[in-house]
């Protein structure tokens, strides 16, 4: 996968025509590449790591689905590409999947805030996750939105150590009404490796 590539431009674009006769096949690949990079976290939670290739097939898929042109491709790149980690972090989206509207209201109501309590740890050392500075993921009655954008920021010592396959990695919420944590397999970590210089 293209470790050097930071931002999608517009020359990564395939035409819609291109995409299309190879949408099926592109989307399989994606498809492989995503599941070491998703990890469920309690009931409700569900981190999807993000990169330049996951971006860049999200992109790709809004241009076939609306057909915007080059007004869209704008607002994609504006909207995606800071989710392309930068060399020294990792991305994720975090989802709140609750199919039932009346549960998901509840629970979303009870978790403001969430956005704040996320991290990873390399053995005891604590990363604390940042929110996108997009748009605000809480609401001022305190209700959290289903899907948070989230980078955890990594200075080279942490680098390393998730480098080196010798730590243990875990992602964790430490919120009061959703406090769960996850020890990263292999696959995973093996994944996340390339998303750092």
């Not at 469920?40 to 990169?51: D, I, K, V």
């Not at 975090?94 to 996320?118: C, H, Q, T, Y």
């Not at 605000?136 to 955890?152: L, M, N, W």
Request: charged share 30%; glycine share 6%; net charge negative.
């Amino acid at each position: 996968m293209s470790k050097e590539k930071r931002t999608i431009q517009k020359e990564d674009i395939m035409p819609l025509d291109v995409y299309t006769s190879q949408r099926k096949e592109l989307r399989k690949k994606i498809v492989d590449f995503k599941k070491d990079r998703r990890i469920p976290l309690g009931p409700y939670a569900t981190f999807y790591f993000e990169s330049y290739e996951t971006m860049l097939a999200q992109v790709q898929e809004m241009l076939y689905i609306e057909k915007g042109g080059e007004e869209q491709l704008k607002d994609e790149l504006t909207a995606y590409n800071p989710l392309v980690p930068n060399g020294k972090e990792l991305t994720a989206t975090l989802m709140f999947e609750i199919d039932n509207p009346v549960s998901r209201a509840s629970f979303l109501g009870k978790v403001g805030g969430i956005e704040e309590k996320v991290y990873m740890k390399i053995n005891e050392e604590l990363i604390k996750a940042v929110p996108e500075e997009d748009v605000d993921r809480t609401s001022a009655e305190g209700k959290a939105s289903s899907v948070q954008f989230i980078h955890f920021k990594f200075n080279d010592d942490q680098i390393k150590k998730f480098k080196s396959g010798l730590n243990q990695i875990e992602l964790g919420i430490d919120h009061d009404e959703y406090s769960h944590s996850t020890k990263l397999n292999e696959l995973t970590i093996n994944s996340l490796i390339s998303d750092f210089n």
